[in-house]
């Protein structure tokens, strides 16, 4: 529904991956094209079981699966999330994708799926006030990872228990900074364990923003961080 965030989470994970395949639309699909021949990293598909049975191009492994961003609320979404969450495959749930899970489809989350929800997102999916305490708990109960995004991040998983990020600054407050972020943690998602995918994205989103701080304020917008990124990136990788 809201291809802008389809596209920055799409942009921010192809820094980082090899391919990005793409659920979309029949009208979204000219915008995919267009990133494509921008690109060469977006391959886009017209139907979701194949995804989910690796049956694209002859048997394509999929390491990981981002769903939510942009996609709208609706009953379609719905069945979408539920195939997700059915399926083996590692998966990130964010934004809309949170809106519309209910308990009966929280009872299919385990350890593969990460959960990525702002304050507002968290109060709606668990019924509880957006604390840290409350986000170890819910990690605990439902054994899959959780990144609680505010002005401080806290990540949560049933391994490494509650850790807190402090990246990031008043200008990632702008529209479109939570889909890089998701890009972010899907893309490390496909060669690492759901902690460290979620800690290094939720880091580096962050660690982008202050860089871009350090340039302009807060005058920068989801289109400047996505090209900061692999800067800050680079920079990071660098000094270890």
């Known amino acids: 529904k809201y291809f802008g965030a389809l596209v920055y989470a799409g942009i921010a ?33 017209n139907s979701f079981p194949p995804l989910l049975r690796g049956e694209i191009k002859g048997g394509v492994d999929f390491d990981a699966i981002l769903i939510g961003p942009g996609m709208g609320v609706s009953s379609h979404t ?18 809309d994708a949170l809106n519309v899970t209910d308990g009966k489809m929280m009872r299919l989350l385990n350890h593969q799926h990460i959960l990525t929800p702002h304050a507002r997102e968290f109060r709606r999916l668990f019924k509880l006030k957006p604390t840290p305490q409350n986000v170890e708990q819910m990690v605990k109960k439902y054994k899959c990872t959780i990144v609680l995004k505010g002005p401080v991040d806290y990540i949560a998983n049933t391994n490494k228990g509650i850790w807190r990020n402090q990246t990031g ?35 580096l989103n962050g660690a982008a923003g202050d860089d871009l701080y350090k340039k302009v304020g ?15 990136l680079n920079k990071l990788t660098a000094k270890s």
Not at 78 to 84: A, E
Not at 219 to 229: C, G, I, K
């Open 13 to 45: 994970a192809s820094r980082i991956v090899d391919l990005v395949y793409v659920l979309t639309t029949e009208d979204n699909k000219k915008l995919i094209e267009k990133m494509k021949l921008k690109t060469a990293e977006f391959m886009p598909i």
């Open 78 to 95: 719905k069945n979408l999330v539920r195939q997700v969450l059915k399926s083996k495959l590692k998966a990130v749930l964010d934004a």
């Open 169 to 203: 600054n008043a200008g990632m407050t702008k529209g479109g900074t939570g889909d890089v972020l998701a890009g972010l943690i899907a893309a490390f998602y496909a060669t690492n364990d759901a902690f460290i995918s979620t800690a290094a994205g939720v880091y």
């Open 218 to 232: 807060t005058f920068y917008n989801a289109e400047d961080l996505t090209e900061q990124v692999p800067l800050t």
